[in-house]
């Protein structure tokens, strides 16, 4: 989900894994030339989706890698299959009162959150997302949580899940 903290959680991970960490938006707007936004106002949000399947399966291809999809990704369910049949996936969740205290602090443009009333707009896309990101491997629960916790917690399941750093 947005706002959760996906690209900072996922850089302190690679750090400490000595991994490469992958932002999947970021690379989209590298190649597009511009912001998801602006991807969203002048192509689509169809064109949007098409592009982020094409760049999330090739980077789900790399190894010794952490990779931060964007929050709609692991809906399409081509990537969420790539997911599951070649990852480990975490559900960093943060409850919606916390996203609204988090995205309203953000400077960051968020297509999906041009709503006026951004606690149901965010209550709405969470409610319509949980059912699809529980699916994940793991699920940590964020909202009290600092970024180094956080990333302990991920470190712990994942040597238990049988990866050795």
């Known amino acids: 989900m947005m706002g959760v903290g996906k690209s900072t959680i996922g850089k302190s991970l690679a750090e400490k894994l000595s ?83 988090r995205l309203s602090k953000t400077k960051k443009k968020r297509p999906l959150l041009f709503k006026k009333n951004l606690k149901n707009t965010i209550n709405k896309i969470y409610l319509e997302r949980k059912r699809t990101y529980s699916e994940a491997d793991f699920r940590i629960k964020c909202n009290y949580l600092r970024p180094a916790i956080i990333v302990t917690k991920i470190l712990n399941l994942y040597e238990k899940s049988g990866n050795k750093i």
């Open 19 to 101: 991994f490469k960490f992958i932002d999947v938006d970021k690379l989209i707007e590298l190649r597009e030339g511009c912001s998801i936004n602006n991807i969203f106002i002048n192509k689509s949000e169809n064109y949007f989706r098409r592009i982020e399947k094409i760049i999330s399966l090739q980077q789900l291809k790399r190894s010794k890698s952490v990779i931060s999809l964007g929050g709609g990704a692991f809906l399409n369910k081509t990537i969420r299959r790539k997911v599951k049949n070649s990852s480990i996936s975490f559900w960093l969740d943060v409850d919606v009162n916390g996203l609204v205290k």
